[in-house]
C-alpha cells in the first residue's frame, strides 16, 4: 500500500506518542521525496538515524503495530552507501513533533545514494528529484565524490556516469 505525504506524518505521529525520548529521523530515497512534494507517495519507509536514536527508534516502532515496510540505518548509511558526516546538518527539517524532529535528505544527497542500486524507480526518483530541486551535473558530481560505496567502486562510478549523461 503507497503512504502518502499524510500517511507518512500519521504514522510517525503514533511513533511519537510512544517515544520516552527526543530523536532525530533522516528521512531518505522514496519516503525523502514523498516528504519534500516531490512524489506523490511512497511503497516504503526509510531512514537514516543517528547512532544514539537508532536503538531508540528501532524498540519503539517493534511495539507499535504498523504493517509498513521501514528501513533504517544509522549515521549517514543509505543502502550500500555511506554519506560525509555533513549529511544531517544538510538535511532538510520537515516537522517538529513532540518528540521525533524529523528531516529529509538533501535533494543532492537522495541522487547520490539512488545511483548505488540505481533500477527502475531509482531512475525515475532521480529525474524527479534533479527536475524538482534543478539539480545540475556538477552538484551531483561533486556530492557523489564524497560518497562512500559499499561494494564495487567501479559499478558507483558506472551508474554516476550514467546519470549525469542521461538525466538534464
Not at 533522516?26 to 538515524?49: E, M, Q, Y
Not at 547512532?51 to 511495539?63: E, Q
Not at 524538482?132 to 556538477?138: D, E, S, V
Not at 560505496?149 to 546519470?163: D, P
Amino acid at each position: 500500500m503507497p503512504l502518502d505525504k499524510s500517511a507518512l506524518l500519521n504514522f510517525l505521529g503514533e511513533v511519537d506518542k510512544e517515544l520516552e525520548t527526543p530523536i532525530t529521523l533522516v528521512a531518505v530515497g522514496g519516503t525523502a521525496l514523498t516528504l519534500l512534494d516531490a512524489k506523490t507517495s511512497t511503497i516504503d519507509v526509510d531512514f537514516t538515524i543517528p547512532h544514539d536514536d537508532y536503538t531508540v527508534f528501532k524498540k519503539t516502532l517493534s511495539s507499535i503495530p504498523h504493517g509498513f515496510k521501514v528501513d533504517c540505518w544509522e549515521d549517514g548509511i543509505v543502502f550500500s552507501q555511506i554519506l560525509p558526516d555533513d549529511y544531517l546538518e544538510r538535511s532538510i527539517k520537515i516537522k517538529k513533533m513532540k518528540r521525533i524532529q524529523l528531516r529529509a535528505l538533501h535533494p543532492v544527497d537522495i541522487v547520490v545514494t539512488k545511483i548505488g542500486r540505481l533500477d527502475t524507480r531509482d531512475k525515475q526518483d532521480i529525474e524527479a528529484c534533479i527536475k524538482k530541486f534543478k539539480l545540475t551535473k556538477n552538484q551531483i558530481s561533486r556530492r557523489a565524490e564524497t560518497v562512500s560505496y559499499v561494494g564495487r567502486e567501479e559499478n558507483y562510478k558506472i551508474n554516476l556516469n550514467h546519470v549525469l549523461n542521461n538525466f538534464k
